[in-house]
């Protein structure tokens, strides 16, 4: 599966985005997919995933309540609503697909990646 995440772009505290991630050569309408993230300096941490039929989704704590997870496998695509952004959610988002229907929170669980795309937040 090659995915292509996109939506980053720069915005100023408390306001909102979208990323979507878009399957292509392969759909991944049986997989769960989550998306990650990573700031300079640290290491990718989980942000949310979803399973398969989006009966069941899964949040950091640091963005729960803010970020809402969804999927239109009908279009072959995964969204992320960002809402209150915070200058902490500053950046690289990345898309993952899951080995399985479901997910986890390890990055090594995931067996396709996206390029990323950038988020910025203003303070």
């Known amino acids: 599966v090659q995915l292509q995440a996109s939506g980053g772009g720069l915005v100023q505290a408390g306001g909102s985005l979208r990323l979507s991630c878009a399957a292509s050569?392969?759909?991944?309408?049986?997989?769960?997919v989550a998306w990650f993230r990573q700031a300079p300096g640290k290491e990718r941490e989980f942000v949310a995933a979803?399973?398969?039929?989006?009966?069941?989704?899964n949040y950091a704590d640091s963005v729960k309540g803010r970020f809402t997870i969804s999927r239109d496998n009908a279009k072959n695509t995964v969204y992320l609503q960002m809402n209150s952004l915070e200058p902490e959610d500053t950046a690289v988002y990345y898309c993952?697909?899951?080995?399985?229907?479901?997910?986890?929170?390890?990055?090594?669980?995931?067996?396709?990646w996206g390029q990323g795309t950038q988020v910025t937040v203003s303070s």
């Open positions: 050569r392969r759909t991944f309408i049986n997989n769960g």
């Open positions: 979803i399973s398969w039929n989006g009966s069941s989704a």
């Open positions: 993952a697909v899951h080995r399985t229907g479901y997910y986890s929170t390890s990055p090594a669980d995931f067996r396709s």
